[in-house]
């Protein structure tokens, strides 16, 4: 099984420009979750599914446009690219629905890290 | 609002020597308590979480953390560490919302850098 894996691994954009990042998972994950990771403030959620063609918002979702349109990918998009999004962005999924409640552990791609000049 | 605590952003030791990574965090409600790792250009993984029970839970390479409730803290410690722990280690606090989703949030990191 390959986990939880993630495209690109590295992007430089111009600001202005749009893109869009994959995270495909293998390991039948319900939930899925995009985080943002930047110095001296820990990860922070951006958007998250409960399931397939379902999503909603995070603590910071502006700038980002998220789909699900199948369990096993969650697409992160950025429509137009802004210095203020350099960061690492980086996909996690955790386990089925079935040991719901809050005990879940999230399992993390590599991530992807976005430079906006 | 839950929050969580990490007062080190960063812990120099020596290679054998014993560590302990600090955590506190604040709720208002139930929360269950994870610390993960970081490894250099990699994503995060389990380290280890206390969901109830024993208070002293132990995690994968010889880490282990103790839960006290009364002083709401959650630290992490090693007896005796190796150059292959550097890495950067975070703690979490999760909760589950009335939708069922499982809310996570981390502390901003404390980098452990282990020399010989």
């Known amino acids: 099984n390959a986990g939880v894996t993630q495209t690109p691994k590295f992007r430089v954009l111009k600001t202005g420009q749009s893109m869009t990042l994959l995270c495909a998972q293998d390991?039948?994950?319900?939930?899925m979750y995009w985080y943002r990771q930047d110095p001296g403030m820990g990860l922070r959620l951006i958007h998250y599914?409960?399931?397939?063609?379902?999503?909603a918002k995070g603590e910071v979702p502006d700038g980002y446009n998220v789909s699900r349109l199948k369990k096993q990918n969650f697409l992160l998009g950025l429509e137009s690219a802004a210095p203020s999004q350099t960061s690492v962005y980086f996909c996690a999924g955790s386990e089925t629905i079935i040991e719901a409640g809050g005990k879940e552990t999230q399992y993390f791609g590599p991530g992807t890290r976005l430079l906006v000049l | 609002a839950q929050s969580v605590t990490q007062l080190d952003s960063q812990v120099p030791v020596f290679e054998e020597a014993p560590v302990e990574l600090r955590c506190n965090y604040s709720s208002s409600v139930s929360v269950y308590l994870f610390w993960y790792v970081q490894y250099p250009n990699q994503g995060l993984q389990l380290l280890l979480k206390y969901l109830s029970g024993s208070t002293l839970v132990k995690g994968i390479n010889g880490f282990e953390a103790e839960f006290n409730k009364s002083q709401t803290s959650f630290h992490l410690r090693k007896p005796s560490v190796h150059i292959s722990d550097t890495a950067e280690y975070f703690c979490?606090?999760?909760?589950?919302?009335?939708?069922?989703?499982?809310?996570?949030?981390f502390g901003t990191g404390t980098r452990l850098l282990v020399s010989p």
């Open positions: 599914s409960v399931g397939e063609g379902t999503t």
């Open positions: 390991m039948n994950h319900e939930y």
């Open positions: 979490a606090v999760s909760w589950v919302l009335m939708t069922g989703f499982q809310k996570l949030v």
